[in-house]
């Protein structure tokens, strides 16, 4: 029954990673993009997760929903917000 459950989470994480990774492609607005991409990065580390491999998810978080989105804010701060 576990199984079942952490199979069922993990089709779930993995269709919302599908849809936020389309979203943060096709958005306009760069930062709304960039959350897009770090909710993206949170449910592969849910994945991670589930598939029992927590060193994974202990680099992945930080570095994906972390450190990656600041230094794209960064980045974009220094340009147009709006992507024309």
Avoid: H, R, W
Avoid at 19 to 24: C, E, H, Q, R, S
Avoid at 52 to 71: Q, S, T
Wanted: charged share 10%; glycine share 2%; aromatic share 10%.
């Amino acid at each position: 029954m576990i199984d079942l459950i952490a199979a069922l989470l993990m089709a779930v994480a993995a269709v919302t990673s599908i849809v936020f990774t389309y979203l943060a492609v096709v958005e306009k607005n760069l930062i709304q993009a960039v959350v897009f991409s770090a909710v993206q990065s949170t449910m592969y580390a849910l994945i991670y997760f589930l598939l029992m491999a927590p060193d994974i998810v202990l680099v992945y978080l930080p570095v994906g929903v972390g450190i990656y989105p600041a230094i794209i804010l960064l980045l974009i701060k220094k340009t147009d917000k709006v992507d024309e």
